[in-house]
Antibody
Framework: QLQVQESGPGLVKPSDTLSLTCTVF??????????WGWIRQPPGKGLEWIGS???????FYNPSLRSRITTSVDMSKNQFSLKLSAVTAADTAMYHC??????????WGPGTLVTVSS | DIQMTQSPSSLSASIGDRVTITCRAS??????LNWYQQRPGKAPKLLIH???SLQSGVPSRFSGSGSGTDFTLTINSLQPEDFATYYC??????????FGGGTKVEVK
């Protein structure tokens, strides 16, 4: 059964880099049918797409965040990762990773809350 | 980017009611429109993809319709577990998917 699980520090200082990892269980991160994405949700607000890594390896990022985002894939660990630099309080949110199939986010992780505060 | 606008932002309904939520895209997206349900404290769940295709395991009281710029999610005979927030999302531009602002369905 597919599971995706986010992990990373829950508290990040302003101007630091937020680093999160998504571990996939029950599916292969390298499968050509899959792409993978990150979505965040500030407390009490809606969903914001952060970026996606297509099965071709090509990443796509939200233009509003592009200058601060780095993503990577570790196929040996069946993981993909997100780094967001120069964080501010506006980056405080629940961060979800998700599988993408035929352009749909068809399976989501439970999310990890990241708070930006000194 | 393609802007997605949902209405209403919230609504109150009773068990057994029929509920309709609307999503409008800022440009034509054909039928590349998905609907998600998010219960409090939980991750979003895909309900409907490609405007009207029910995701596996989703109850048949959920249905979607529309094409181009205007789309609708309908819940027939609202059940207790349906009180949640619903989001639409366009997958027309796979390089920049965007979500609507959400519609919260509350108990009347």
């Amino acid at each position: 059964q597919l599971q995706v699980q986010e992990s990373g520090p829950g508290l990040v200082k302003p101007s630091d880099t937020l680093s999160l990892t998504c571990t996939v269980f029950g599916d292969s991160i390298s499968s050509t049918t899959n792409s993978w994405g990150w979505i965040r949700q500030p407390p009490g607000k809606g969903l914001e797409w952060i970026g996606s890594i297509f099965h071709t390896g090509t990443p796509f990022y939200n233009p509003s965040l592009r200058s601060r985002i780095t993503t990577s894939v570790d196929m040996s660990k069946n993981q993909f990762s997100l780094k967001l630099s120069a964080v501010t309080a506006a980056d405080t949110a629940m961060y979800h990773c998700a599988r993408i199939r035929t352009a749909n986010f068809d399976f989501w992780g439970p999310g990890t809350l990241v708070t930006v505060s000194s | 980017d393609i802007q997605m606008t949902q209405s209403p932002s919230s609504l109150s309904a009773s068990i057994g009611d029929r509920v309709t939520i609307t999503c409008r895209a800022s440009q034509s997206i054909s039928r590349f429109l998905n609907w998600y349900q998010q219960r409090p404290g939980k991750a979003p769940k895909l309900l409907i993809h490609d405007a009207s295709s029910l995701q596996s395991g989703v109850p048949s009281r959920f249905s979607g319709s529309g094409s181009g710029t205007d789309f609708t999610l309908t819940i027939n005979s609202l059940q207790p577990e349906d009180f949640a927030t619903y989001y639409c999302q366009q997958s027309y531009n796979t390089a920049f998917p965007t979500f609507g602002g959400g519609t919260k369905v509350e108990v009347k």
